[in-house]
């Protein structure tokens, strides 16, 4: 018996990166932005996670991972491949895991969800109810968003991701393969195994809001998560979405801590698409209505955002969602401007004008 197997699982990985002391501190900074606590001790760089540990040894180029259990290990190897994936890129790092688990190709992040209940909100938002097994990874690890799987006319019986020796999704040919877009889980209900997503139903060449349309009870799906940082705890909030980030805004609203303070502004095309809110905390809420300017083409939201003055205090966070352009606008506000970091702010482009894209929009 190994000793990761007594204390919980370990594994490395080499890294064929000549320059990775170039771009570590991007890495860092990417793995710190979900909740770890770093360290450096000469060549060495440690993270500490609530569910595991990591470390760069940049001598020997070496990244290693370490958790108690399946699920906190996976989601180490998948937070440390997708840094190095996006930040070496230009080196094409090959990621080949040794160690626990290391021959495994169940996808710990994959589960395969049935729709049992399809209803609307608004003329253009829709609500459906999904039922699976084990959702409790979808809790633990602070995301509120998910990559939906969805089948497609090229491909109506899609197979399902496996794990690679990456640690990330591997998928089947193209004749097979899924189309992923990224989805807020709006209310999730572990002891039932249930999840809520609300979808934007809007013409255009969005998979996601065309399978939405046809939906029906027994359909299937794939979903892999969570996605995404998150939300930094704090005692005041300033948020800001239109209808793709919605969903995510109202969940917080609805379960962050009752004595929670801010302001809230949420655009949408009318009054007929305002929705309602259990809004638990104290944040004031204030709704933008279009009314025939097309979306992405009203200032009044981000304009609103930039007009808040920043509490003169650590216990502050900036979240917003929306067409890319606010989102731009949004961003250089918070950062440039006003010298926020991401440890303060999270601005997301979650859709672009005339552009289809990977987030719900």
Not at 300 to 323: I, T
Request: hydrophobic share 45%; with cysteine.
């Amino acid at each position: 018996m190994t000793e990761a197997s007594v204390s919980g699982l370990a594994c490395e990985a080499r890294l064929n990166l000549r320059n990775l002391p170039l771009y570590i501190d991007r890495i860092s900074d990417r793995l710190q932005s979900f909740e770890a606590d770093a360290t450096q001790e000469g060549q060495r760089l440690d993270f500490r996670f609530a569910f595991g540990g990591a470390s760069f040894d940049m001598e020997r180029l070496v990244m290693r991972a370490n958790a108690a259990d399946r699920d906190g290990l996976a989601r180490i190897k998948d937070l440390l491949a997708t840094a190095v994936e996006v930040y070496a890129r230009e080196e094409n790092p090959e990621i080949v895991w040794t160690g626990d688990l290391a021959g495994e190709t169940r996808l710990a992040q994959f589960r395969e969800m049935t729709v049992t209940h399809v209803g609307d909100l608004t003329p253009h938002m829709r609500r459906i109810r999904f039922a699976g097994e084990d959702l409790s990874r979808f809790v633990k690890f602070g995301g509120m968003h998910i990559r939906m799987l969805f089948p497609t006319r090229e491909a109506p019986n899609p197979l399902w991701p496996v794990l690679g020796s990456n640690g990330l999704p591997a998928w089947p040919s193209d004749d097979r393969r899924p189309v992923a877009r990224v989805y807020t889980i709006r209310a999730l209900d572990v002891a039932n195994g249930v999840i809520d997503v609300d979808f934007l139903v809007h013409p255009g060449e969005s998979v996601g809001a065309a399978w939405a349309i046809q939906a029906a009870s027994g359909m299937k799906v794939g979903i892999i998560g969570p996605v995404g940082r998150p939300v930094r705890q704090a005692s005041w909030y300033l948020m800001g979405a239109d209808e793709t980030g919605l969903p995510a805004l109202a969940r917080m609203l609805e379960t962050l801590p009752a004595e929670t303070s801010g302001m809230a502004f949420i655009e949408v095309a009318d009054e007929a698409e305002r929705q309602p809110i259990d809004n638990a905390t104290g944040i004031e809420m204030h709704w933008f209505l279009r009314n025939g300017v097309p979306a992405g083409e009203d200032q009044r939201l981000a304009d609103a955002v930039r007009a808040v003055a920043w509490p003169q205090n650590d216990s502050a966070y900036g979240w917003f969602a929306a067409e890319a352009a606010a989102a731009k606008i949004v961003r250089e506000h918070w950062r440039g401007t006003l010298g926020l970091g991401r440890d303060h702010t999270l601005a997301a482009a979650y859709w672009r004008r005339d552009v289809a894209g990977l987030m719900a929009g």
